[in-house]
């Protein structure tokens, strides 16, 4: 997509406080990546030579992947992970995957297979110690599937262990509540795509209007933009990060656009910085 439509690369960087962080472990940098969508039409290579450049400027201790690395078809996950075999990291690079990489019933196999062929850890209900058995890395099943079962995976982890939770849908929040999650890494939400400075996501207070009009008049919303409610359900977590009951949880706009385009809301390389409570 022309960059137009899309905006300028932004690196955004952020510190975060983890309780508990162990000493060897304070000043741990993390990049995220997520929102590919690379298809041909939704992410210029241009751009995601940027953002490739961008994450190793960053010299990062571990790069992190919240899913959609592609649209629909599966089929361009091969040249994207050739594409992503440039990233470096010194502790390695982590993945979890979006509702677009399981839309075919063989995708999650193919885009499982073509990440962990370019170096990448796919996490699906898994727990990695990258960082050593002191800050785990727990990666979630996609939301909308049918295996999207995170007790079994929580509860291994001692309530003491501080850990960082990737899950591409930012509504898992809420169902994480049940659980520590010093850090929880989405996407999903492509920063709501149009912000008006000073209002915020467009999409956010559409849906308090909606809210507003009577009964019979909203069951006909997805004629006046969309059924968004289909995307997610907490668009006040649309872009950002947020404070989840105890939780913490950081939703990155993400690379890819779909038209009309973006307006305020550029793609995003996030970088991390993790500090003591």
């Known amino acids: 997509m022309h960059w137009l439509f899309t905006g300028r690369l932004r690196v955004d960087e952020l510190t975060v406080k983890i309780a508990d962080l162990p000493k060897s472990l304070q000043g741990t940098k993390l990049v995220q990546l997520t929102d590919f969508h690379y298809d041909g039409i939704r992410i210029s290579e ?22 959609d690395y592609v649209t629909d078809d599966p089929t361009p996950i091969h040249q994207l992970a050739s594409r992503l075999k440039h990233l470096q990291s010194s ?37 990695a110690y990258p960082l050593g058995k002191q800050l785990p890395i727990v990666g979630l099943a996609e939301y909308w599937s049918r295996e999207f079962n995170p007790a079994p995976v929580m509860d291994i982890l001692n309530s003491d262990t501080p850990r960082i939770v990737l899950s591409h ?46 009964a019979k008049i909203r069951r006909w919303k997805p004629l006046l933009l969309g059924d968004c409610g289909k995307v997610v359900q907490y668009w006040e977590w649309t872009k950002g990060f947020h404070q989840v009951s105890q939780n913490q949880l950081y939703v990155s706009r993400g690379l890819g656009t779909y038209r009309p385009g973006r307006l305020f809301c550029p793609p995003e390389v996030t970088v991390i910085t993790l500090v003591s409570l």
């Open 91 to 127: 502790s390695g690079i982590y993945a979890v995957l979006g509702n677009h990489d399981i839309h075919y019933k063989h995708s999650k196999t193919e885009i499982t297979s073509a990440l962990t062929s370019a170096g990448i850890h796919v996490l699906w209900n898994e727990i």
């Open 169 to 214: 849908n930012p509504d898992t929040a809420k169902i994480l509540q049940k659980w520590r999650v010093d850090l929880q890494l989405s996407g999903h939400t492509h920063g709501g795509h149009i912000v008006i400075p000073g209002f915020g996501p467009v999409i956010c207070h559409y849906q308090k209007f909606l809210k507003k009009l009577p």
């Open 46 to 67: 241009e751009l995601l030579a940027q953002a490739i450049e961008a994450t190793n400027e960053a010299e990062p201790d571990i790069i992190l992947l919240t899913g």
